[in-house]
């Protein structure tokens, strides 16, 4: 058997003893210096054949609800006493593997010959960061500020632009709730309509960002001037859904509610 060949099936025992949760096999051909950079912390690695067996236990528990860890691509070269390996696993449950069925576990393997036999020294297991670059708390916030403007301004298209096609919203009145952005454009029209000035802002926002979805909370803040001359301010509750879509945010659902 050639060298290649011999790392080759190396890394399938390897692989296959990961999906069987054979922690025997799964240790197994690995040098007592062992350094793994894995998917979660520790930002240093995990370093020794002991910190190396604890790692696996909760992966194997994690898989045991019925997730998979498969080879897709594999790639060896190797010389004389050093050989390295590129692959893509596939790495998830059924239902992550349905959402995005491209997703792939990358790895790269550095192995060595000792006592005449191919031993893993190195591994580094990672996903592609998937969250979006301009998806930030930030981002959410000026959405915010750009509702303010556009309601200042009593500028419907501007307020609309932040809205998705499907958004659903749960207003304060009138029907129990408002499907599609032109059911939410017409009781913004409502609003506007409905007083000479009129402000809304949200002055203790609270923003929570994960990836490509956010959700924000406060008390909103309505100000203005009614049709008779008389100044008026109320507040409400709001809690807003926001998904990133192409490079910026919409919002998807708003839930907007008066103590009762």
Not at 65 to 90: H, K, N, P, Y
Not at 149 to 162: P, Q, S, V, Y
Request: glycine share 8%; proline share 5%.
């Amino acid at each position: 058997m050639d060298d290649e060949t011999e790392v080759r099936e190396l890394i399938h025992r390897w692989a296959a003893a990961v999906h069987a949760g054979d922690l025997a096999g799964a240790t197994a051909d690995h040098t007592d210096d062992v350094v793994m950079f894995d998917v979660p912390p520790p930002h240093r690695g995990v370093r020794g054949a002991a910190a190396y067996r604890e790692v696996w236990p909760p992966f194997f528990a994690w898989q045991a609800s019925g997730a998979c860890f498969e080879i897709d691509e594999l790639d060896v070269t190797a010389g004389g006493d050093v050989a390295w390996a590129q692959a893509l696993l596939r790495c998830g449950t059924p239902d992550e593997l349905a959402a995005d069925p491209d997703v792939r576990l990358r790895l790269t393997l550095g192995l060595r010959r000792e006592d005449g036999r191919w031993q893993v020294a190195h591994e580094h297991h990672s996903f592609a960061d998937t969250s979006a670059p301009g998806a930030t708390d930030e981002a959410v916030r000026a959405v915010h500020r750009a509702w303010t403007r556009g309601t200042e301004a009593k500028d419907l298209d501007a307020i609309m632009e932040h809205i998705a096609p499907d958004v659903v919203s749960y207003e304060q009145a009138g029907d129990l709730e408002y499907r599609g952005a032109d059911d939410v454009r017409a009781v913004c029209a409502q609003g506007l309509d409905a007083a000479d000035r009129v402000t809304m802002e949200t002055p203790d926002l609270t923003v929570r960002v994960d990836g490509t979805t956010a959700v924000s909370w406060g008390l909103d803040r309505v100000r203005g001037m009614d049709h008779e001359g008389v100044p008026f301010e109320v507040f409400s509750r709001g809690t807003r859904v926001f998904a990133w879509r192409g490079d910026h945010w919409v919002l998807v659902h708003q839930h907007v509610s008066v103590p009762g």
